[in-house]
C-alpha cells in the first residue's frame, strides 16, 4: 500500500509558541491531503481538506488563522498550529489521497500521527 | 450530513473465533463509499476493507469481510479466526462517492482478543 510519513511523531511544547508538522507521501503524489484531529477515545474528526497549490478548505468550527495549512507539493502538506494552548493538546493525523490507477483509487491512507502536549 | 453509528463500543472475542463488528450509516446518496480502518495501540489507522455502494457483491480481504445491506444503510465487518494482532479500534467511515472526498467516521468499537 501507499506509505505517509508524519513528523513529529510527538511534540511537546509551551503555550503561545508555535508547532509545525508535516505529512509526507512517500511513494505517490497527493494533489489532496487531510488533516484531522482525535481527542483521546473518540473518533477521527476532520479539521481540514489540503489541496496542492491552492488554499485549504477548512471544516465548520475550525479556525484557519489557528491552524494553518500549507501544500505546496505533491508530496508534502504542513500543519502548523500556532498560539498553541493546552487546549490544542491532541494527536493530529493527516492523510493522503491516492490517484495513481496502479494503486485502488480514492483511498485514503493515513500517517502515524502527532501527539501534541502544550504546556 | 452523512452519519456513521457504531453502537459497540467494545467487543471480545476468544482467539480463533469469529467476530462481527456493526455499522450502519446515514444518507440520501445512492453512489457512495464504505470503509473499515483499524487503529492498534500504535494509533496508526490501517485500512481493513473497502466497499463501493454499487457492487452487490460483498468484498472480502483474507479473513476479513464485510456484509453490505444497502437498503438497511448496514455496513458490518466480520472478522474470521480471530488472531492477538487484530486487537484494536476498528472505524468504520463514509465517503461520497461525489467531489466531497471527505471521510466521516464512526465513534469506533474496540475489539479485545482473548487467548
Known amino acids: 500500500g501507499a506509505v505517509v510519513s508524519q513528523h513529529p511523531s510527538r511534540v511537546i511544547c509551551k503555550s503561545g509558541t508555535s508547532v509545525k508538522i508535516e505529512c509526507r507521501s512517500l511513494?505517490?503524489?497527493?494533489?489532496?491531503m487531510f488533516w484531522y484531529r482525535q481527542f483521546p477515545k473518540q473518533s477521527l474528526m476532520l479539521m481540514a481538506t489540503?489541496?496542492?497549490?491552492?488554499?485549504?478548505?477548512?471544516e465548520q468550527g475550525v479556525e484557519k488563522d489557528k491552524f494553518l495549512i500549507n501544500h505546496a507539493s505533491l508530496t508534502l502538506s504542513t500543519l502548523t498550529v500556532t498560539s498553541a494552548h493546552p487546549e490544542d493538546s491532541s494527536f493530529y493525523i493527516c492523510?493522503?489521497?491516492?490517484?495513481?490507477?496502479?494503486?485502488?483509487?480514492?483511498?485514503?491512507?493515513f500517517g502515524a500521527g502527532t501527539r501534541l502536549s502544550v504546556l | 450530513a452523512q452519519t456513521v453509528t457504531q453502537s459497540q463500543p467494545e467487543m471480545s472475542v476468544q482467539e480463533a473465533e469469529t467476530v462481527t463488528l456493526s455499522c450502519t450509516y446515514d444518507?440520501?446518496?445512492?453512489?457512495?463509499?464504505l470503509f473499515w480502518y483499524k487503529q492498534p495501540p500504535s494509533r496508526q489507522m490501517i485500512l481493513v476493507i473497502r466497499?463501493?455502494?454499487?457492487?452487490?457483491q460483498n468484498a472480502t480481504e483474507n479473513r476479513f469481510s464485510v456484509n453490505f445491506q444497502k437498503a438497511a444503510k448496514s455496513f458490518s465487518l466480520k472478522i474470521s479466526d480471530s488472531q492477538l494482532g487484530d486487537a484494536a479500534m476498528y472505524f468504520c467511515?463514509?465517503?461520497?462517492?461525489?467531489?466531497?472526498?471527505?471521510?466521516?467516521f464512526g465513534t469506533g468499537t474496540r475489539l479485545t482478543i482473548i487467548p
Open positions: 492523510s493522503g489521497r491516492v490517484q495513481d490507477s496502479r494503486i485502488a483509487k480514492n483511498i485514503q491512507y
Open positions: 511513494d505517490f503524489q497527493a494533489t489532496t
Open positions: 489540503s489541496n496542492e497549490g491552492s488554499k485549504a478548505t477548512y
Open positions: 444518507t440520501s446518496e445512492s453512489d457512495y463509499y
Open positions: 466497499q463501493e455502494a454499487y457492487k452487490q
Open positions: 467511515a463514509y465517503r461520497s462517492a461525489g467531489g466531497n472526498e471527505k471521510l466521516t
